[in-house]
């Protein structure tokens, strides 16, 4: 089932979820530092979620001596996930700098799969693309402590507020297809 099949089903909802998700881009993108903190506590709280089943698991099956990599899986999540919360800036500064390094490694291998398309129809595109991340990762790291502040916040931000107005217009001509042909 395709994004369009599933907006073809509601289409009011996909407009009314596109408004959601357009303010809540725009709450991030105006205080991106909250939204960064937002993002880093409810990592923490993930963690620490996986971290307890996983013991739980473990424990329930009785598997304690011969489960001990999950043990210790389990210790390392649940420990994360508490440092996450009690640390959320040093946590969101971490994030930060992993989100730099996956920018750049991303950016390069996208640079690569682009020279090695070429002539292929939209071999730029993707070529720009790796382009603009590496760059973007090099400037987070760059800015780095500073950009622990904003990086985060921004481009959740940034891609709410994108798959927003994408909701939308779908919504929009969808909406406006499924009318004219019924």
Request: glycine share 14%.
């Amino acid at each position: 089932m395709t994004v369009l099949d599933v907006v073809k089903k509601d289409v009011k909802l996909a407009k009314w979820t596109g408004w959601l998700l357009v303010i809540l881009g725009i709450l991030a993108l105006a205080s991106p530092l909250v939204a960064g903190l937002s993002i880093t506590m409810l990592i923490g709280v993930l963690l620490i979620a996986g971290g307890i089943a996983q013991l739980f698991m473990v424990f329930r099956a009785g598997s304690f001596g011969s489960g001990i990599t999950l043990v210790i899986l389990g210790g390392l999540s649940l420990v994360a996930g508490l440092y996450t919360i009690t640390q959320p800036a040093a946590a969101l500064g971490a994030l930060t700098l992993f989100l730099a390094f996956y920018f750049v490694a991303s950016g390069i291998l996208e640079v690569i799969g682009a020279v090695s398309a070429r002539p292929a129809d939209g071999w730029g595109w993707v070529l720009a693309g790796g382009i603009v991340s590496v760059l973007l990762g090099i400037m987070i790291w760059q800015q780095f402590p500073l950009s622990g502040v904003w990086a985060i916040g921004i481009l959740v931000g940034a891609r709410l507020l994108i798959s927003g107005i994408t909701f939308i217009t779908i919504g929009r001509v969808v909406g406006g297809f499924v009318k004219t042909v019924a």
